[in-house]
């Protein structure tokens, strides 16, 4: 790229002018690859943004897993995106009108969540405002999550949700990576439940019954460890194996203003729930504004592999991990991307076995 202007240009953030340019092919299959792509593009964005004044680059290649569930959209309490990455929901309990000092606290307090470098939890809670103009609010980041990216998550799901329920007093928002909720009542330290959603994948589990027989006890162990955290972070991650080679990816999370006893009863109805809204389904997720679950299910052919370090609240691999090798990892994983490993070539790029 080469660049020339009358105007100052050092060290000045441009996104103008742009140019776009597709790819010639469509993708087999448009959500899997937008779901792999969105987590690829974040690695690399953080890995990029963490070079020196010389250069500020990354490069990588994605490996595909095949049969990726990518949720889709329920038809409960919210609304979500196509892909359900993000799913919010606006209260009718009240409004505020544009310009005034409701709107100015609540601009001011989501902003300080997103900026706020001191806090590495990935958990913010807040109050702004006096009386009738006093906002109470609530941000929490996934568990596994760097602070860049929590910060990225943060932003963006505030930008959607501002733009979702202009005027409302009191709304949430639940992205795949972090939750943003606000309300003029107060919030902290109350275990609730309401609004509630619910997110199916659309492909049914291979075996039903084993499914369950897995993903239940899964789901058990970890709501224990995640309830068992302190007043920074309740969360756990972890996998199991379903006979017939499905893996079960899942997690539990709380907000973790909320005490042990709230947080399993919260993740204990929750576990009913995915029952109810997501049986026979390769997974799903219920969301809460206290807390949330999620689960799903991927098979690949394994040859051998490949040890990845282990995250303290993690047993084994995290739900992120699994998506995102490092390129160095897939490497070694792939013989150096062998054609021997190689399972064959999609509409965007080849695909290969570990």
């Keep these: 790229m080469v660049q020339y202007s009358s105007n100052l240009i050092f060290g000045v953030e441009e996104d103008e002018p742009i140019k776009y340019v597709p790819g010639i092919s469509n993708a087999i299959d448009p959500v899997q690859f937008n779901l792999v792509l969105n987590l690829f593009l974040d690695t690399l964005t953080e890995k990029a943004s963490s070079g020196d004044s010389l250069k500020k680059f990354a490069a990588g290649h994605p490996i595909i897993i095949l049969n990726l569930v990518a949720p889709t959209i329920s038809q409960d309490d919210g609304i979500c995106t196509t892909t359900a990455y993000y799913c919010w929901k606006c209260s009718d309990t009240g409004t505020y009108t544009a310009g005034d000092k409701y709107q100015e606290n609540l601009n001011s307090l989501l902003s ?3 900026s706020n470098t001191q806090i590495n939890s990935g958990f913010y809670n807040s109050s702004r405002g ?3 103009n006093k906002i109470n609010a609530i941000a929490l980041c996934r568990g596994d999550l ?4 929590c910060q990225a998550c943060l932003n963006k799901s505030t930008d959607i949700l501002l733009q979702n329920c202009s005027n409302q007093k009191e709304a949430i928002i639940w992205a795949e990576r972090c ?3 606000y309300s003029y009542s107060l919030i902290f330290g109350i275990k609730q ?24 006890p899964l789901l058990g162990i970890l709501r224990d460890r995640a309830a068992s955290g302190d007043s920074l972070k309740k969360f756990a991650a972890g996998h199991a194996t379903v006979p017939g080679g499905e893996t079960i990816y899942a997690l539990d999370q709380c907000t973790p203003d909320i005490d042990k006893q709230n947080c399993s009863n919260c993740l204990k109805e929750s576990v009913s729930e995915i029952q ?3 049986g026979g389904k390769q997974g799903g997720r219920v969301l809460k504004p206290s807390c949330n679950l999620s689960s799903i299910c991927f098979f690949r052919v394994k040859k051998r592999r490949v040890k990845l370090e282990q995250d303290e609240n993690s047993e084994d691999v995290g739900l992120v991990e699994w998506l995102q090798y490092d390129f160095e990892t897939i490497r070694s994983a792939t013989d150096d991307f062998s054609n021997a490993n190689k399972l064959g070539r999609g509409g965007f790029g080849a695909v290969y076995r570990n």
């Design 276 to 278: 109810t809204c997501c």
């Design 146 to 149: 760097s602070q860049d990216s």
């Design 179 to 181: 939750m943003v909720r």
């Design 112 to 114: 300080s969540f997103s």
């Design 130 to 132: 006096q009386d009738s």
């Design 193 to 216: 439940e309401d609004p509630l959603k619910h997110v199916p994948s659309p492909n049914s589990a291979k075996n039903p019954q084993q499914f369950e027989l897995v993903l239940t």
